[in-house]
């Protein structure tokens, strides 16, 4: 894939375009360009903290680099002297997650948010004439209103008045300095701050059919540089939400808790609509820099891209049940009755000029490259030559069989590949090609083997047996239908063993005390195993909302023995039992609790699921687990190639036309969590685990996938890097961080100082 060129352009034809047309702004195009992008390596390291740089942002001119860090300093660093200019002490008690410079106020004003849930303001101004180890500044302003950890902070161009915080107590709020520079802390009496922009304390989504109930821990949240009024935000579920600020309520106080707003698009890929999974949340959300586009990232998934409207085809939009539907037998899908077969469409809609029939050969080959490298199981190359075909040139009319071959073939790879989602992805193919031939064996096939692996059988036996009467003597087909069969019939018999042993006596929800393995279930057989395939019994049982926990001690043996002293020994229980939910405490009007099924069944019937805008683009090698503050960002003013940082400390940069991955670099011993991209110059900064922070310039000689063609792995392992991050992602949460014998272990050997066994927040930072 090295020969295929990127949709950029030639780099000296932009070039020599400045003298032909002077009003074209070149510059946009030449900043980020593919051939500066692949010479990316490292430059120079800032050195200053003495903590994880978890915070780092341009000025609007890049000639101030603004960072914070777990030392909770703010650090200013000159862009073109490469050094540091002041460090700030600042007076937070916990890890600053988010820093910005407030515009239009000269970059004297920047603002922080921690995890001590204040959000400070400082004037650089007082500075001024001081070295860099004179730092004490009193903040400007301090607001201490949030409850929980900040996250994020917002800023808008052109507005140096207003600054917004997100914060996983579950409110968006607008800080305005000329309305007052401090709050009282969160919980006192005196709390009346009417500074709460979105209240969303009720306003986590389970799935989409699902009516929101639990608190939407904000994690991060965007305004839109084209079009301020529009606001972006991401946490604690699985749907990012796109906010008009002119039609938001007036700001409220956090004493009247109030039902989430509505808003103007949810945004959601649609194979992650529906799964029921509370680990399943975003850690950023972005704006492109013209506005019309919004980036996702979510922990224990890929990054996606989705369109902002839906006018005029631009989106694309679906509501609850859509994604059964796509994977129905049924001949109409969503209203679409499939096309008709591609041998009988007429030839006369193939490309006939000379310049589209060059594009058509370009395709072709690409093809027979992804169909080549499927036989040869070379996924990686055989997945970018398709995305190539479908993406970088399938906006174009290149043919429906040309373009049906394209999504089968790529069905088929993904299907081999088995990454996290890949099924999925592989039935949006499968469903793309029977619209254009409906009576496609090749469509069904695949699309038997998808649902298959989502251990969908039924579903599968119904393609299964389709492709078979459409190639009665494919001895493929045949075994798989067989397989398919075996299946059903060991479900179908093991749901007869379960019946016939009895049900098991049910306890009642609000008291039952969960076990360890309840929280922590994860079959050792299944460890390994895709995470397209069956849910695991942790993942479908209804105990995934908020949990407490409590901890037991007791003194054990003799009163009288000798113990030493202001130790606490001898055995630590630990209980682990669901949160009161406030629904299912209002008692109904005769006294009595309601029925907690029945409420629940009410409530889905009143709710009318909103509509969701759906994915047009994937970008997959890295891993995003480890940390809550992993960024993707898009790189350049014109915004064509998407980056983001990694947990096996690289990151990464793809096209964003087609998902193809252009480089990949070394940029943390442990975990790159930052990705910020220079106004206007060809430079990215980079932070994450370590204390320092990475400039990265095209200063290497030769253009690669990875650093020079030397740093980090040779081009010909990327693909094994990649499936080592896809292994990652397999794991969730609770196996990466403790395995049950090692959490049982740690109770088990740790002896507790007396008055220092405190409650552990198993959040991610």
């Known amino acids: 894939m090295e020969a295929v060129p990127f949709h950029d352009g030639n780099i ?27 010479r990316l390596s490292p430059e120079t390291e800032l050195e200053g903290h003495q903590g994880c740089v978890n915070s780092i942002a341009w000025n609007s001119s890049g000639s101030l680099l603004i960072s914070g860090s777990d030392d909770t300093r703010i650090n200013i660093w000159s862009y073109s002297r490469q050094k540091l200019l002041h460090s700030i002490e600042t007076g937070h008690c916990a890890n600053i997650f988010c820093t910005k410079f407030i515009p239009e106020t000269s970059d004297e004003l920047v603002v922080s ?13 007082q500075l001024s004439g001081r070295g860099p180890e004179d730092n004490a500044v009193p903040p400007s302003a301090l607001y201490q209103c949030h409850s929980r950890r900040v996250k994020k902070l917002a800023v808008e161009v052109g507005n140096p008045n207003v600054v917004w915080s997100a914060s996983e107590d579950g409110t968006l709020r607008q800080h305005d300095f000329r309305e007052g520079t401090s709050c009282p802390p969160a919980g006192s009496a005196h709390q009346e701050c009417h500074n709460v922009l979105l209240d969303l304390r009720s306003g986590a989504k389970k799935s989409l059919a699902d009516p929101p109930k639990q608190t939407f ?24 939400r796109l906010y008009d600020r002119r039609m938001l309520p007036p700001l409220t106080s956090c004493r009247k808790r109030t039902s989430p707003p509505p808003c103007v698009n949810y945004f959601c890929p649609i194979h992650l609509s529906d799964r029921g999974r509370t680990s399943l949340h975003l850690t950023h959300v972005a704006f492109s820099p013209d506005g019309e586009e919004v980036l996702l990232s979510y922990s224990g998934e890929h990054v996606y891209l989705m369109n902002v409207n839906n006018a005029g085809g631009s989106a694309v939009q679906y509501s609850s049940g859509d994604a059964s539907k796509i994977m129905s037998f049924t001949p109409i899908l969503n209203g679409l009755e499939l096309q008709q077969p591609a041998s009988r469409v007429s030839t006369s809609r193939l490309p006939k000029r ?6 058509h050969e370009k395709c072709s080959k690409l093809t027979q490259i992804a169909q080549k490298s499927l036989e040869e199981e070379d996924f990686y190359h055989g997945i970018e030559a398709c995305n190539e075909v479908l993406d970088g040139y399938g906006r174009r009319d290149i043919g429906p069989i040309l373009r049906h071959d394209c999504f089968c073939t790529r069905a088929a790879l993904l299907l081999k590949r088995k990454w996290k989602n890949d099924a999925h992805m592989a039935i949006r193919d499968c469903y793309n090609a029977r619209k254009i031939d409906s009576s496609s064996f090749r469509a ?44 059903l019939a060991a479900a179908e018999s093991e749901k007869n063993g379960k019946a016939s042993d009895g049900a098991p006596r049910s306890e009642p929800r609000g008291g039952r005390v969960l076990s360890l393995s309840d929280i922590l279930y994860r079959s050792e057989d299944n460890s390994e195993a895709s995470q397209d395939g069956p849910r695991s019994e942790r993942e479908d049982s209804d105990y995934d909302e908020e949990l407490e926990l409590d901890f037991e001690t007791s003194i054990s043996g003799d009163e009288e023995q000798d113990i030493e002293p202001n130790i606490l020994h001898g055995s630590v229980n630990l209980r682990i039992h669901r949160r009161s939910n406030s629904s299912r405490e209002v008692e109904g009007a005769n006294g009595c609790c309601g029925s907690p099924l029945s409420s629940s069944q009410n409530e889905r019937l009143q709710y009318q699921p ?36 990694s947990d096996d400390g690289r990151w990464f940069i793809w096209e964003k036309l087609t998902g193809r991955l252009i480089k990949m670099l070394q940029g943390d011993e442990a975990v790159v969590n930052c990705v910020q991209c220079h106004p206007s110059d060809c430079v990215v900064a980079t932070s994450g685990i370590d204390n320092t922070i990475k400039l990265w310039t095209p200063s290497a000689s030769v253009p690669s996938i990875v650093a020079g063609g030397a740093a980090g792995p040779e081009t010909a392992n990327v693909s094994n890097v990649l499936a080592a991050n896809q292994r990652r992602l397999s794991h969730n949460r609770e196996t990466i961080l403790y395995s049950h014998s090692e959490i049982l272990e740690h109770f088990r050997m740790h002896e507790f100082a007396e008055g220092s066994l405190h409650p552990f927040e198993c959040a991610q930072s």
């Not at 948010?113 to 101004?125: C, I, Q």
């Not at 000379?354 to 594009?359: G, P």
């Not at 993707?632 to 190639?641: C, H, K, N, W």
């Open 12 to 38: 000296h034809d932009l070039i020599e375009s400045r003298y032909l047309d002077v009003r074209q702004d070149v510059n946009h195009s030449l900043q980020m360009h593919s051939s500066l992008v692949r």
């Open 113 to 125: 948010g921690a995890g001590d849930a204040e959000v400070r303001l400082f004037n650089l101004s």
């Open 217 to 240: 821990a904000l994690k991060s949240c965007d305004i839109s540089s084209t079009r301020p009024h529009l606001l972006l935000v991401g946490g604690s579920d699985a749907f990012a």
């Open 354 to 359: 000379r310049k589209a029939t060059a594009m």
């Open 444 to 487: 069904h096939y695949y699309m038997s083997e998808a649902l298959s692996q989502l251990g969908k059988h039924k579903e599968a036996l119904e393609f299964a047996m389709a492709a078979q009467s459409l190639d009665p003597s494919n001895p493929e087909v045949a075994a798989q239908l067989e397989s398919i069969k075996r299946e």
């Open 610 to 645: 909103e509509a969701v805008i759906d994915m047009k683009q994937r970008f997959v090698g890295h891993c995003n687990v480890g940390t809550d503050i992993k960024q993707a960002s898009f790189l350049g003013q014109r915004g064509e190639y998407i980056a983001s940082g």
